[in-house]
């Protein structure tokens, strides 16, 4: 446990010190505030929007995040920062999930920070408190960061450096469809991970809350599927030749 | 000798299979015994297999075939990493990490306890000569400063076993003389030395064994003395003997004075120069001594490369 948490407190040392970061945070921030703008086009719905708008990029400031995992990997591997790493009593499977909760807790910080940023320029705007609802959808995004990176270092161990960030984003891009795939049970929560379970955007903006236990289920179902992607890629890992 | 090994491999052998493309074999039935407490050089021109060999010793590759042990347990053992300091060919670590930061997360790793790991690292910065740098991030450091950090991280746990991939590369004259004190200093304290290097008067400066490696193919491995063979004669003249060294000076090979005035001179192989020398040996006991001189290791392994008819 002590190297999983060792491996994963490098990693977000490492990327929370970039500056692009904190600059992908601040676009967000403006992209989410640009909402108010649109009162009359919206038909006074612009508060509506700015919450559907805050969610939405949240989950895309996430899966940026995420993605960024399918370039960290191979990088690492490819630069010898990996041999380092793995010439200590680490073990291949504890450098995996290390590197995964390294890139959760950067994906944590920063759908937070997003998720703080909306709720201030929310209650600045229109003085009022965010709802429950919203509250639970920011955190439900944050929870479906566990099966996305999951899937992330999953591609990025089985697939060759170029693709594997493609692949990734496509996976997940088909995984937060709706009911399209769900008649195809093995792919559709099975292959690829069911994230719409993770998604009631369009009751939260009008302020229809899910139950916590609900919530509480969710998180185990990505966290159940996480295991099963990773134990999947740490299986591919520990055959691979780290030139 | 078998017990005292540190790392032995027996049939070692690794093939690169390639999608459309013919297999490459970067290691063919590779049997090395490195002894406990010796620094071991292991030499071969480039794509000779040295980093694959090293690869699997440090289970970041699996071989094709054969068997490699490390400090008695075989080397895809986990718990064995610990008692060994492994520095890569093109050391590469987090950027955005100081090197204090980098170094305390090895010491993690490496299981060394709290309460020792703080003085552990500031030992080893000071002993690659990077204290100043503590706080400097990692992705700021030069060729030679990563390679320093890169050193500081092998060392870091006070190994039984160092494994070095081209340690001097990239290193100044400077550099690469402290680096050559750092690898006799763990060897004086008992640590054994394994390392890969192009730089053959380094190897020759430092190393008790080596081992020739061409296109994955062990071409000799022993004690460097007994490899090196006698290529002629070694006499040292004592201070203050000016009348003996005239008689020498003209048919020596090469000439060099020491610090403390004596003087080496090297002469070939030849019957004249023998008598020569055994007249000068009856004539001034006290003031000269005579020993073989053994071929310079560069020009044995060119040798030995081309006798293997593989020179590229």
């Known amino acids: ?243 | 000798m078998e017990s005292e090994a540190v790392i032995i491999t027996e049939g070692l052998s690794k093939v690169y299979k390639r999608l459309f493309k013919p297999s490459v074999k970067a290691l063919d039935t590779l049997s090395i015994s490195v002894p406990k407490g010796s620094v071991f050089g292991f030499l071969g021109p480039n794509g000779a297999g040295k980093t694959t060999t090293i690869k699997i010793l440090m289970d970041l590759i699996k071989a094709s075939s054969g068997t490699a042990a490390v400090l008695g347990k075989p080397s895809y053992d986990v718990e064995v990493k610990g008692m060994i300091g492994f520095l890569p060919d093109s050391p590469a670590f987090s950027p955005q990490l100081t090197a204090y930061e980098f170094l305390n997360i090895c010491g993690k790793l490496l299981k060394i306890p709290s309460e020792r790991r703080s003085a552990r690292i500031e030992n080893v910065l000071d002993a690659v000569k990077m204290s100043p740098h503590a706080r400097d991030k990692i992705g700021s450091f030069s060729r030679g400063m990563l390679q320093r950090i890169g050193v500081a991280q092998a060392i870091l746990n006070e190994p039984k076993l160092l494994i070095l991939d081209e340690p001097l590369l990239g290193l100044d004259p400077y550099g690469r003389q402290e680096f050559k004190q750092i690898i006799l200093g763990e060897q004086a304290k008992g640590t054994s030395v394994f390392f890969s290097s192009h730089i053959l008067s380094d190897v020759e400066e430092i190393c008790d064994h080596i081992a020739i490696l061409n296109k994955g193919k062990m071409l000799c491995c022993g004690k460097i003395d007994d490899l090196l063979a006698a290529s002629g004669s070694k006499a040292v003249v004592a201070p203050n003997n000016d009348d003996l060294l005239k008689e020498l000076v003209t048919s020596a090979v090469t000439t060099s004075k020491r610090d403390d005035g004596s003087w080496i001179l090297t002469f070939e192989n030849s019957s004249e120069i023998k008598a020569m020398l055994t007249k000068a040996v009856e004539k001034f006991p006290q003031s000269i001594k005579i020993s073989a001189s053994h071929e310079k290791l560069e020009d044995f392994f060119f040798r030995i490369i081309k006798g293997d008819g593989k020179t590229e």
């Open chain 1, 1 to 243: 446990m002590n190297e999983i948490i060792a491996i994963a407190g490098s990693t977000w040392k490492n990327v929370l010190r970039l500056k692009v970061v904190y600059f992908l945070v601040f676009c967000v921030w403006v992209l989410i505030a640009s909402a108010l703008n649109y009162d009359i086009l919206s038909l006074g719905l612009h508060k509506e929007l700015l919450l559907d708008a805050s969610l939405f990029l949240n989950t895309i400031a996430g899966v940026l995040v995420i993605i960024s995992l399918t370039f960290e990997i191979p990088k690492e591997l490819k630069e010898g920062v990996a041999s380092a790493m793995l010439s200590k009593p680490l073990g291949r499977t504890n450098y995996l999930v290390g590197k995964m909760v390294g890139y959760i807790v950067v994906g944590f910080v920063v759908c937070s920070l997003v998720a703080i940023g909306s709720f201030l320029i929310f209650n600045i705007s229109f003085s009022e408190p965010i709802g429950i609802a919203m509250l639970q959808n920011h955190i439900m995004i944050i929870l479906s960061l566990i099966p996305m990176a999951a899937i992330a270092v999953l591609f990025s161990i089985a697939l060759p450096e170029i693709i594997a960030p493609i692949v990734t984003v496509l996976v997940i891009w088909f995984a937060h469809s709706t009911g399209i795939l769900s008649s195809i049970p093995v792919i559709y929560g099975g292959i690829i991970p069911d994230l719409d379970l993770f998604n009631f955007k369009s009751e939260a903006v009008y302020n229809n809350a899910v139950t916590w236990k609900y919530v509480i289920l969710v998180a185990l179902w990505g966290i159940s599927y996480a295991i099963f992607a990773s134990s999947l890629a740490s299986l591919l890992f520990s055959r691979k030749d780290i030139k």
